[in-house]
């Protein structure tokens, strides 16, 4: 079966919930019917916008109730649970049994290495263990007042219990019983997970070959590099995995046109209920951590869109912004947005603003539509734009807002290691 170029991306956008008709009215049926489409949901601790994980599910159904999707994902009795599922994410709690292997893995690991600080922390280990069952699910920060235990610099470098705790999170030992204030509650499994989903026991194989075709199904279309990152799985072995489905009917191979490296065409799969539509309508803005652009070649190959987050670049280095965010219009990337929450003034920013080389214009009414939306979300009173960017001016005459002047102020430092601290 071969697909053109065009008719893969709108099977990828369908696939991921775009195209279809926003609901009237957005509660915890919607959201829980998008989180499984999805399947993860990656977390981020920077916030000069809006927290990551927040902004997939308005880009797909539009403005919600964020107290809602912390119910469904952060309560004591949420649905979903918190696991390295791509990087650090949240899934659905059923599927929790499919990363049992993976946990055993890293176990097997470390306690087969002395030189390693599983190995050589036993007995803090066990301390931690013993700390949560007697006292229930506890924020690392109480623990560590509790037991005197500094951090050893500043805020990312882990005191010594941050850090087993997160080992122990790792071997599946503990997991997140919800959050404060975007700080993770710690809680031994059997505190937060039933005993019946403890029970299950899914071997490697047959675990890979159930996140394969969720990532499939996900994708709708993808090559094996795609299906693989979408939760982290080794890429050799997906790719046996891949074959092994698609020998059995669970997946069809599929050639993309365009899809090719060195001339030869990339092996590609396709879910058999992936839809093919005609068009996609949409307009969405799309977090650096969205599905739809997280895999940076996928995107390049897709939208012809080369994208780089600059958050850790430093500021004089840096091209489109601090937090920009690629601009979904139909079926095409055709801009991106540097945008900033600023609550203390009751606006939402726009640092700067360009459009895509290479996509045509006449998209910018609809996009100065989303800001308003966007702006209303959340709870902010307009739209600001700032003087950076060739579409800058475009927005400002489409928001009916004076062109501000680049501000000055300087962006804020964000710690390389900041997206594994959530």
């Known amino acids: ?6 008719q893969a991306r709108r099977i990828a956008l369908a696939a991921q919930g775009f195209g279809r008709p926003k609901p009237a009215a957005v509660g915890i049926r919607q959201l829980n019917d998008a989180l499984h489409r999805l399947g993860v949901l990656q977390l981020d601790s920077v916030n000069v916008f809006e927290r990551s994980h927040y902004l997939p599910l308005f880009a797909r159904l539009g403005a919600y109730d964020k107290a809602d999707l912390d119910r469904l994902t952060f309560s004591r009795k949420a649905r979903y649970v918190e696991y390295w599922a791509h990087v650090a994410a949240l899934i659905p709690l059923e599927s929790w049994p499919l990363w049992r292997w993976k946990m055993r893995e890293y176990r097997d690991k470390w306690l087969a290495d002395p030189s390693s600080w599983v190995a050589r922390n036993g007995e803090m280990l066990d301390w931690l263990r013993a700390e949560l069952a007697a006292k229930g699910p506890q924020l690392a920060g109480k623990i560590e007042h509790e037991s005197g235990s500094k951090r050893k610099g500043g805020w990312w470098e882990w005191s010594e219990v941050k850090t087993g705790l997160e080992y122990l999170f790792y071997m599946g030992e503990v997991v997140s019983a919800g959050r404060t204030r975007f700080e993770r ?3 031994l499994a059997e505190q937060v997970i039933s005993p019946d989903l403890l029970g299950i026991e899914i071997d490697k194989h047959e675990a890979v070959r159930a996140l394969l075709v969720a990532s499939t199904a996900a994708h709708g279309v993808g090559t094996v590099r795609d299906l693989a990152d979408y939760f982290r799985l080794p890429q050799t072995y997906a790719a046996r995995v891949l074959t092994e489905l698609a020998d059995e009917g669970a997946i069809t191979p599929v050639t993309v046109a365009g899809w090719d490296r060195g001339g030869r065409p990339l092996k590609a ?3 058999p209920d992936a839809r093919i539509p005609r068009r996609i309508e949409a307009a969405a803005l799309l977090s650096p951590f969205d599905p739809v652009v997280w895999e940076r070649e996928r995107a390049l190959r897709i939208f012809d869109f080369h994208y780089r987050i600059e958050i850790y670049t430093p500021e004089p280095k840096r091209i489109y912004g601090y937090y920009t965010l690629p601009v979904l219009v139909d079926d095409r990337i055709v801009a991106r947005i540097d945008l900033k929450s600023d609550r203390q003034n009751g606006v939402l920013r726009v ?11 006449g998209y910018e009414a609809r996009v100065a539509e989303l800001l308003r939306q966007t702006a209303v979300w959340q709870g902010l009173g307009g739209v600001e734009v700032r003087d950076r960017g060739d579409l800058a001016d475009a927005m400002a005459v489409e928001l009916g807002e004076p062109l501000l002047a680049r501000s000055n102020d300087p962006e804020p430092a964000v710690a390389a290691t900041a997206i594994a601290e959530v």
Do not use: D, F, I, V
């Not at 640092?351 to 214009?361: F, I, N």
């Open 351 to 361: 640092q700067s603003a360009w459009h895509e080389p290479g996509q045509p214009r």
């Open 269 to 271: 799969y396709l879910h």
């Open 185 to 187: 509650t710690y809680a």
């Open 1 to 6: 079966m071969t697909l053109s170029a065009a």
